[in-house]
């Protein structure tokens, strides 16, 4: 997701306390290749790739209420900037080391200046005590910010020099002591009435606050879900009635506050995954995305780039996805035209009146929708990935099926899209699945045809990161080998050598050498070769 022009490359080495980093030779590979479509790297609502460090100024208040005790600052610190099961570490793994969250300060318990009751009370409609407040926790924010001033300098961060605190530049957070999670994203003024004015401290307007109700015990994913929002600008995708396409425990910005990561659109869009776009029919590798990177979408250009669907595999136990209840291929369409999800109907089962609750802009609930293989009602997290090895969620995904308990892949106007997904293989870290893609024919058959000459297809992916596959036909039976080379002519791998019958081949390449350790990036080149042919084709390998 880099945009066009020049770029500057920084390295930096990170070495554990006491340590030492040396620096040899080393090759650095850049591949510079353009995806068919659709485009990731443009303008969505206020989505952009993210990376670097991002400052947090960390406010602990502490209105006192009896039943609401506060943690320790320590348990606080440890659970935002922990080295292990803390917010910051869960962005290094969502974002594969591409966010790192930058402690600028830890202060409190500040204490409240009025009684819990009065925070928690009715609004001052017309400011009848002429205090400039209309609502309490509108001025709790401001009283704590204050506070937090009186020993902090929010100057120093403005890094641009325009008095103005981005998002990339300082988030306040401020955090409070309650036994059930919760929080928001509000914004920042040193008065309501009777204009509203923003909040300025040491010369430099603060626009946002983002609050957390600290929980008991201390919610990761509550602080995760409200930080999501103000650093990166990512939507609400949680429901207070039945929706059948709801994300669930699968995604952060639902608000079952599960450590679940976030769903891979949004890792698309921030730079944290790689989409693979299927262009051809064949058998795809789809390999955990925790371990790949990689998100495979199905577009067609005949439809236009603003819709699709995005196949990812999800594995409990890597990272924070430990809490899943289900494994499996995890499905998604998206619609990234407002007049499209602006305007859906209510899905089928789901009261109008419920639906009509959701504003027409609101795409992160109307235009993130999971596919799932057991819709209900009622909502089941248990059954939501694709697994081939239970008949319940390992069933074909079709554009058009006869059975009207089964999902399908249709556009949101209700037509059929042509993608099917077929031959799902069992959950695991490795999964394959047969891909159709409307205009292009299976090209691997499960009963090879005999071909009338020998042939070496294009790997796909290609750039890849995980694993790629590698479609060869043998016109004549004989001994084969697929072989994989270095740049420098090295032999890397052998991935068949032995007497093969005629016909169409499937062999998938996982990025190992024969050591079975993971290569380098760069590009290597793959031959196939019989006794009176060979063929060799270059590929490209991105870690």
């Excluded at 609050?211 to 409200?226: D, F, I, Q, R, T």
């Excluded at 890792?267 to 299927?278: E, N």
């Excluded at 099917?420 to 699945?433: C, H, L, N, Q, V």
Aim: with cysteine.
């Amino acid at each position: 997701n880099v945009p066009g022009g020049s770029h500057e490359i920084a390295i930096q080495w990170q070495v554990d306390g006491g340590g030492t980093a040396y620096l040899g030779d080393r090759n650095m590979t850049i591949a510079a290749f353009s995806a068919p479509c659709p485009d990731m790297t443009a303008a969505f609502d206020d989505l952009a790739p993210a990376s670097g460090d991002r400052n947090i100024r960390v406010l602990c208040w502490d209105p006192h209420r009896a039943d609401h005790p506060a943690p320790t600052l320590t348990d606080v610190d440890n659970i935002l900037f922990g080295a292990s099961n803390s917010v910051r570490d869960y962005y290094l793994v969502n974002s594969h080391n591409r966010v790192f969250l930058e402690k600028a300060a830890i202060k409190g318990w500040y204490d409240a200046d009025k009684s819990a009751d009065y925070y928690w009370g009715p609004e001052d409609t017309n400011d009848s005590n002429g205090d400039g407040w209309i609502h309490p926790h509108v001025e709790k924010w401001a009283e704590a910010v204050k506070k937090a001033d009186a020993s902090f300098n929010f100057a120093a961060y403005d890094l641009d020099g325009d008095a103005y605190l981005d998002a990339d530049e300082l988030s306040v957070l401020m955090v409070i002591p309650q036994n059930s999670p919760f929080g928001t994203v509000r914004t920042l003024v040193s008065q309501e009435y009777p204009a509203s004015l923003p909040f300025v401290a040491d010369g430099i307007t603060i626009p946002t606050i983002t609050e957390v109700y600290a929980g008991n015990p201390l919610s990761l994913s509550a602080a995760a879900h409200e930080l999501a929002h103000s650093l990166f600008n990512l939507p609400d995708m949680y429901f207070n009635f039945f929706l059948p396409y709801a994300a669930g425990m699968y995604s952060l910005m639902d608000i079952l506050y599960s450590d679940s990561h976030l769903d891979p659109f949004l890792k698309i869009r921030l730079g944290w995954v790689q989409p693979a776009i299927v262009t051809q029919s064949g058998y795809i590798p789809i390999n955990a995305i925790e371990r790949s990177h990689v998100a495979y979408i199905l577009y067609d250009p005949g439809h236009g780039s603003q819709e699709y669907f995005i196949i990812e595999n999800r594995q409990p136990g890597m990272g924070y996805d430990s809490d899943l209840p289900d494994a499996g291929l995890a499905i998604w369409h998206i619609m990234e035209d407002a007049n499209v999800y602006g305007n859906l109907t209510a899905p089928a089962g789901v009261d109008p009146g419920n639906w009509a609750t959701i504003a027409a802009g609101d795409w992160g609930r109307r235009a993130i929708r999971m596919i799932r293989p057991v819709y209900g009602p009622p909502f089941n997290n248990n059954l939501a990935l694709w697994d081939g090895a239970d008949p319940a969620t390992g069933y074909d995904l079709l554009s058009v099926d006869v059975n009207p308990n089964h999902a399908t892949l249709k556009w949101a106007d209700g037509t059929p899209s042509g993608f099917s997904i077929k031959e799902i293989s069992p959950s695991g870290p490795e999964m394959t699945a047969l891909i159709e893609v409307p205009g292009s024919p299976v090209q691997v058959e499960q009963h090879p045809e005999m071909p009338a000459n020998h042939y070496l297809a294009q790997n796909y992916p290609n750039p890849f990161n995980s694993a790629t596959v590698i479609h060869y036909s043998v016109a004549r039976p004989g001994r084969v080998q697929v072989q994989i080379f270095n740049v420098a002519g090295q032999l890397v791998r052998v991935l068949a050598d032995g007497q093969e019958q005629a016909g169409k081949k499937t062999i998938i390449w996982d990025g190992t050498n024969a050591s079975g350790e993971s290569v380098a990036s760069g590009i290597y080149f793959y031959q196939c070769t019989t006794s009176d042919w060979n063929q060799t084709k270059k590929m490209t390998i991105l870690k």
